[in-house]
């Protein structure tokens, strides 16, 4: 499956934006779907995921209440609405797929080893 991020930007602090990622290439509903991020100097981390129906969501502590994952099986399309956003969300989002279901914890949907990953798109937040 290929996956195309899209919807990064700037915005100010308390900011939204939505992010997106289209896939192409196999049966979407067959996959599960994640977000993750990379700032500077650091090393990439999970963000949030999402079950193959969508009836399931992950969250990192850090975005909790704060971001929204979500799909559109129709439109082979993964979201992650990021509401009020703050300096340290700065940073490039990857939009991450793998074959299969979530069948274990939090942490094995944190670890799991996604097998297909999108280009990056990146969201910048001043101050």
């Known amino acids: 499956v290929q996956l195309q991020a899209s919807g990064g930007g700037l915005v100010q602090a308390g900011g939204s934006l939505r992010l997106s990622c289209a896939a192409s290439?196999?049966?979407?509903?067959?996959?599960?779907l994640a977000w993750f991020r990379q700032a500077p100097g650091k090393e990439r981390e999970f963000v949030a995921a999402?079950?193959?129906?969508?009836?399931?969501?992950y969250y990192t502590d850090s975005v909790k209440g704060r971001f929204t994952i979500s799909r559109d099986n129709a439109k082979n399309t993964v979201y992650l609405q990021m509401n009020s956003l703050k300096p340290e969300d700065t940073a490039v989002y990857y939009c991450?797929?793998?074959?299969?279901?979530?069948?274990?914890?939090?942490?094995?949907?944190?670890?799991?080893?996604?097998?297909?990953w999108g280009q990056g798109t990146q969201v910048t937040v001043s101050s």
């Open positions: 991450a797929a793998d074959f299969g279901g979530f069948g274990g914890s939090y942490y094995d949907v944190k670890n799991r080893d996604y097998h297909y």
């Open positions: 290439g196999r049966t979407f509903s067959n996959y599960v």
């Open positions: 999402i079950s193959r129906s969508g009836s399931n969501t």
